[in-house]
């Protein structure tokens, strides 16, 4: 595996660990585990954001919850197949775990860096309070051919520049992982509730191919 593809899609997350581990899915083997991290925003709330954790990386059958961690890894997507459609999955694929006693005020516990394609026209829109947001969707490659399509989303300046990309651009992204809670309409008389999960961009700019 080539670290520069590894290079493309870099995420830190510290916080609390808050579920326990509920078993995704096994490949070659290996099995694959979920757990949901609280990670602290400024402004004093939380995202709660899914870690995928190998068990061959941490012991999945131990309670861990209240610990603290830093994870390095990737911010990664999978279609899901449920109602006759496919759902978009985002977790964060845990490449190194470490516990730590707290995470400190000015840790940066929250980061990610992405480089890939621009797959889906932008959508800029204005919100009723005349704030500028822009909705990219950015394909990052990974090994073996696949890719990860990652939901971003810009605000203001950024939002305006955004709004100038073509399909198939090169763009590389700064910014942090949030959850956002939204209803889904389900029936005429069935509503849920859901967790979307974006990058918040704070940078963004094309890059030369």
Partial sequence: MTDK???????TIMGEIVSDFSYSHEIFGEGFYLVDVNVKRLSESYDVIPLMVSERLIDVNADYK???????GQFRSYNRHEERKNRLVLSVFARE?????EVEESAKSNQIYLDGYICKEPIYRKTPLGREI??????VNRPYGKSDYIPCICWGRNARYANQFKVGERCAIWGRIQSR???KKLSETEVEKRVAFEVSVSKLELMEE
């Fill in 134 to 139: 822009a909705d990219v969707l950015l394909a």
């Fill in 5 to 11: 593809v590894i290079e493309n899609n870099q995420v």
């Fill in 97 to 101: 775990i470490s516990f730590v006693d």
């Fill in 181 to 183: 809670e939204y209803m």
């Fill in 66 to 72: 209240g610990r603290n961690i830093c994870v390095n």
